[in-house]
């Protein structure tokens, strides 16, 4: 065999063994692109369920082309660094509350307003619809992936609360714009991270606090908190956001995918925490036969109307002041609930 006949059947046998092995005759190999999702509640915990889902959906309809590694309970980056940690590369995806970091994020703030949203479901269809709309400058440093709320907030406390009356003088845990509402409503709000709070109701730190129930049993509040009232009171909106720079780097096909889940998974985790707090509410019932939820009264909704006007007004001259359309956004959102409401 000649010296040439040799070295073309040398190639064509390294480039059979690059065919078996995965790899190009080059030597690279087609791994998948690796991304890196950071959260910051527990794993349990609604927002995780979340992301899990969009995990396997992202590597199932790209075809393991996409795999993505996740990363719950603050493990990569804390609640209030994940925005900035995305911005910068510390994690290529990361799922945020836009309440931790109050009056940067204006026009979808105006989503958390207690504007009686009925439902998760309703509320996170009309932040979909508020970004698409106005299209917020607020997110022009990152890929927005998503957005969702959690279902409306409610009272929860180791007394019974049978009506508002029963919150004067009480000191909840409480954050964003339920502090305002809570103070209206004759109740002392007390700023804490969810994860101190167990412990500050033990003590008597706390006699309770404004959350959405879903916590009753994904973090076993009913032990603590036996009592509900549930009105609909404020929601936490959500955005799943992407470093810019890893975003435009992905192949088109894969962005595709990205862009077809956008919507599919705000309606998703929107449906799943809707039945999760009723599945939390039987669960409550049957894990603590103290546990009552008590429906508001007529006279109460009354004073929750006279209580939020306040704050809607402060809204809108607060994001009007920084050159923004205020009062466009809050018409906007309550055509959103009225639109959903039933849906």
């Not at 480039?15 to 092995?21: D, E, F, N, Q």
């Not at 279902?151 to 009480?170: E, Y």
């Not at 404020?234 to 595709?256: G, H, I, Q, R, S």
């Amino acid at each position: 065999m000649t010296n040439q006949k040799k070295m073309i059947s040398t190639l064509c046998f390294s480039a059979c063994i690059a065919v078996l092995c995965g790899c190009s005759p080059s030597g690279k190999t087609d791994k998948p692109i690796t991304l890196t999702y950071a959260n910051f509640p527990p794993a349990s915990t609604f927002p995780c369920v979340q992301m899990e889902r969009w995990k396997e959906e992202v590597e199932k309809r790209t075809k393991g082309k996409v795999a993505v590694q996740t990363f719950p309970g603050g493990t990569l980056l804390g609640a209030k660094d994940i925005f900035d940690g995305v911005k910068q590369g510390s994690a290529d995806i990361g799922n945020f509350a836009m309440s931790y970091q109050p009056g940067r994020f204006p026009i979808s703030e105006g989503v958390d307003l207690p504007i009686g949203f009925p439902s998760a479901y309703a509320a996170t269809m009309t932040f979909c619809d508020v970004m698409d709309h106005f299209k917020p400058a607020e997110f022009n440093d990152v890929e927005v992936l998503t957005v969702f709320t959690c279902p409306p907030a409610a009272i929860m406390a180791s007394a019974p609360v049978p009506a508002l009356s029963a919150l004067a003088g009480m000191e909840l845990r409480v954050s964003g714009t339920g502090a305002e509402l809570l103070k209206c409503l004759g109740g002392v709000p007390v700023a804490m991270p969810m994860s101190e709070t167990p412990d500050a109701l033990q003590k008597g730190v706390v006699q309770g606090l404004i959350s959405s129930m879903e916590i009753l049993k994904d973090m076993n509040f009913v032990s603590y908190c036996p009592h509900a009232l549930r009105v609909n009171l404020n929601v936490v909106t959500f955005a799943v956001v992407m470093n810019k720079t890893k975003y435009a780097a992905l192949p088109e096909d894969v962005k595709a995918v990205f862009q077809e889940l956008y919507r599919d998974q705000a309606e998703w985790t929107a449906r799943y925490v809707d039945q999760h707090v009723e599945d939390a509410l039987v669960w409550s019932k049957e894990n603590n036969p103290a546990f009552t939820l008590t429906n508001p009264s007529s006279e109460d909704e009354k004073q929750l109307l006279q209580c939020v006007q306040p704050i809607l007004e402060d809204y809108v001259a607060s994001v009007s002041a920084k050159g923004l359309p205020g009062e466009d956004v809050l018409a906007f959102i309550q055509a959103g609930r009225q639109k959903y409401a039933g849906k």
